[in-house]
Every structure is written in C-alpha cells, then in structure tokens.
C-alpha cells in the first residue's frame, strides 16, 4: 500500500511553520476543554470556567516540559548526562521528541496541583480527564504518521508502507496507525464507558493506565525502536520496559478498589445521584 506522503508542514511563514502535528496537539487540548468541561457539569464538579482553562493551561504545561523532559532523559542520546551538561536541549522542541511516559508524569502532577488548589477531589477530576486523554494520544498518533516517523518494524502483509524518511526503504507495518486506533479510539470507547454506567471513582483513572500500558506494550512488537537505543533487554524495547510498570500498577490497583468496596466519598457521590436522579454522561 502507498504511503500517503502528506506535507507535514500545512502553512510556512518565512522561517515560521505550521505543522500537522502542532494542530493535532491543538485539537487535542480543544476537545479537552469540551470533554472535561461537559463531564464536570453532568456530575456536580465545581469547576468554573476559569478553573477550566487554568486546568487545560497546566495540563499543557505538564504534557510538554513531561514529555521533553522524558524524551531527553530515555530516549535523548546520553540521556540525563547530556540534559545535565545543557539543561536548555530540554526547550529545543524544534529538534523533536516528546516521551509519552514523560508527558504522562506532567499530567499526574498537574491534576495533582489542580485538585488541591480547587479543592476537587483527585479521582473526580482524574477520572474525567482520562476520557480526553485517548482522544489526545490517537491525534498525537496521527501527527507521527503524516511526520513519516515512529515506524513499525518490516513486514510483507498487504497494508504494509515504505516511509520517505527511511533509508532502508523497507515496506513496514503502519504502526502509528494501529496505536492511534488501540491507544486512541479503543481506550477510548472503555474509559467512556465507564464513566456513563458510573464505575467507582478511581476505577477509569487506573483503568486507562492499565489499558493504555497493554496496548502500547502490545503494539511495541509491530513497532521499529529507536535506532540508538534498539533493544534494552531480550526482545523487550525502551518504551515497553516504561510502560510495563504501568500496566502492572494500574491492574493492581483496579483489583484493590474493587476488593476495598466503597469509601465515604463514594457513598456520599452515590447519594448525590440518586438525589439528582439519573447520572448523565
């Protein structure tokens, strides 16, 4: 199958470009806004609309200084020796690179940050925020296919591509696009789910860090690792050795909330539905 090749450069100001992957992170951080917005008004989350937007503002904030600081410090050849001896490689977007698990701790910490400062219960916010998480994650997988990079490994099954950026001009699996239908729309359709039959609180938060840990551990097998960096242990790469933890931790604790039973929150949030009648999604 022929490689779409799209000019992942959409506009070009002089030296200033505009590129399909900054709109993905765009549209990303917009649907985010609605999502979380929609989600908080339909489960009683006091949340203005300035609270929102300084929400999503840090939220940005974690997914790009996470997300380079993770690139340079896992993938970044020399890693934390080479950030050390120029902390400023960390703000070099332009030389490309955002670490998913990097962006990831951004995140965490941002709802962390938020959910004290607003006085919102962690899980309540976390759980709503991880149904935009999977919409961000497919969009920033299309970004990676129209790019030519992230690659999957060689392959002779009939969808298979050659990428203009690949010297070796082998026919490849698309592996972007497998994440961004497994990462993306697949996370997706399960944490929302969950959050529209109610699950106990904390459930789709560890939910999401379980199922994105599976998928991303499973679709590292169709893709190519980083070329300077290969295999890390066995046939094992960079990116399944992070993500292992995840998927671990998260089903660990899925299974103790659900052997816990309720907490006084949960009963408390049960009894403010039933006063409200019917949860809506």
């Known amino acids: 199958m022929p490689y779409p090749n799209i000019d992942p450069v959409v506009i070009k100001f002089w030296k200033l470009e505009i590129r399909w992957y900054g709109i993905m992170y765009l549209l ?7 999502v979380i917005g929609h989600l908080a008004k339909k489960r009683g989350i006091k949340l203005t609309g300035d609270d929102l937007w300084d929400y999503i503002f840090y939220l940005m904030l974690g997914v790009i200084i996470g997300g380079r600081l993770g690139y340079c410090l896992f993938y970044w050849p020399g890693g934390l020796v080479a950030l050390l001896s120029n902390p400023l490689m960390i703000f070099a977007v332009w030389l490309g690179g955002m670490s998913f698990h990097g962006g990831f701790i951004g995140v965490i910490l941002a ?17 709503i925020t991880a149904v935009a998480g999977p ?26 591509m050659v990428f203009p950026l690949d010297e070796l001009s082998l026919c490849r699996h698309p592996s972007q696009l497998y994440e961004s239908l497994l990462e993306g729309l697949v996370l997706f359709l399960i944490i929302f789910t969950m959050n529209v039959r109610g699950v106990r609180r904390g459930i789709p938060t560890w939910s999401f860090i379980a199922f994105y840990g599976l998928f991303r551990f499973s679709m590292e097998f169709f893709r190519q690792p980083d070329p300077h960096l290969g295999f890390i242990i066995g046939p094992f790469s960079m990116g399944q050795l992070l993500t292992l933890p995840m998927m671990l931790i998260g089903g660990a604790m899925i299974i103790y909330l659900l052997v816990r039973g309720e907490s006084p929150s949960d009963k ?10 019917k949860a809506k999604p």
């Open 28 to 34: 990303a951080f917009i649907t985010a806004f609605f």
């Open 111 to 127: 709802v962390i940050y938020c959910s004290r400062r607003k006085g919102i219960p962690f899980y309540d916010i976390a759980d």
């Open 135 to 160: 919409i961000g994650i497919g969009l920033g997988r299309i970004g990676n296919f129209i790019n030519g990079e992230l690659w999957g490994r060689a392959t002779d099954v009939p969808w298979c």
């Open 268 to 277: 408390k949030n049960k009894g403010k539905k039933k006063e409200g009648g």
